[in-house]
């Protein structure tokens, strides 16, 4: 479901540099960065990309941050509007319930473990939230 999505960088405040997907390629270089946590706008400076490593570059490692840093230069330039979150089934890059609710639908790999069946029958109340919560194992019960 997730692949669905894209993000679209404004200003980098919203959108996680490294755990984000926001550029096509990202390098095998991850444990080595300091700032796991970091926003696009705190690497990304007037000067360029400000990344910080735990140690030294190997070779092997440095031809890949020079192909990354090559992806990342091809990436737009930050601007002053928000980064937003846009659902690519839609034209508008608006989410809709109804085009989820497709996606699972034809999806064999998901009818083998939704609880289609537990959904129709009433025992989970019919609301779109809570129905993603526990498609999601988010609910917080013990």
């Given amino acids: 479901m997730w692949g669905n999505f894209v993000i679209k ?14 550029v096509r390629q990202t390098p095998l270089i991850y444990n ?8 696009i706008s705190e690497v990304k400076n007037a000067q360029g990309w400000n990344l910080s ?3 030294f ?10 192909q990354f840093y090559n992806t ?8 002053f509007e928000e980064d937003r979150l846009l659902w690519k089934l ?9 085009a989820a609710y497709k996606l699972l ?3 064999t790999e998901t009818k083998e473990w939704w ?13 779109a939230c809570f129905t993603w919560l526990v498609a999601n194992q988010a609910i917080l019960t013990q």
């Fill in 115 to 127: 609880p289609w069946k537990m959904i129709r029958k009433g025992k989970i109340p019919h609301k």
């Fill in 53 to 55: 490593f735990r140690r």
């Fill in 32 to 39: 080595l960065n300091q700032q796991k946590l970091a926003t």
């Fill in 9 to 22: 960088v404004g200003n980098g405040r919203k959108t996680m540099f490294w755990n984000d997907v926001w």
């Fill in 90 to 98: 839609d034209k508008d890059g608006k989410f809709r319930v109804k």
């Fill in 72 to 79: 990342l230069e091809q990436a737009k330039s930050l601007n």
């Fill in 105 to 107: 639908d034809i999806s």
């Fill in 57 to 66: 570059l190997n070779d092997w490692e440095v031809e890949r941050m020079v």
